[in-house]
């Protein structure tokens, strides 16, 4: 199994549910096992509130990965959420 975890944060804090429906889009991608798309909860002082967005997705294999990537409703998250968004940072490991 592969975990894609992946941060963001906004540009503008008032910004923060568009991009949670631009993120929400990826739910309806076919090649995704499970996936969690929320707002930060904000508890952790030592980020700053750096971090607004979490998505947390499941693929049984890197092929599966790749195909949630290469699907075009990833790249109408992408369209959607890239302009709102400042950081982005992902992590994918396998568990």
């Known amino acids: 199994m592969i975990r894609h975890v992946v941060f963001f944060s906004a540009k503008d ?42 998505v947390y997705a499941e693929f049984s294999d890197e092929d599966q990965l790749a195909a949630y990537k290469a699907h075009p409703v990833y790249q109408q998250s992408i369209a959607k959420v890239r302009p709102l968004r400042e950081l982005r940072m992902a992590a994918d490991f396998k568990a």
């Not at 008032?14 to 995704?32: A, F, M, Q, R, Y």
């Open 13 to 54: 804090k008032k910004d923060v549910e568009t991009i949670i429906e631009g993120l929400s889009l990826l739910k309806t991608n076919p090649h995704v096992d499970h996936i969690e798309i929320s707002r930060n909860l904000q508890t952790d002082e030592l980020t700053g509130g750096m971090v607004d967005v979490i």
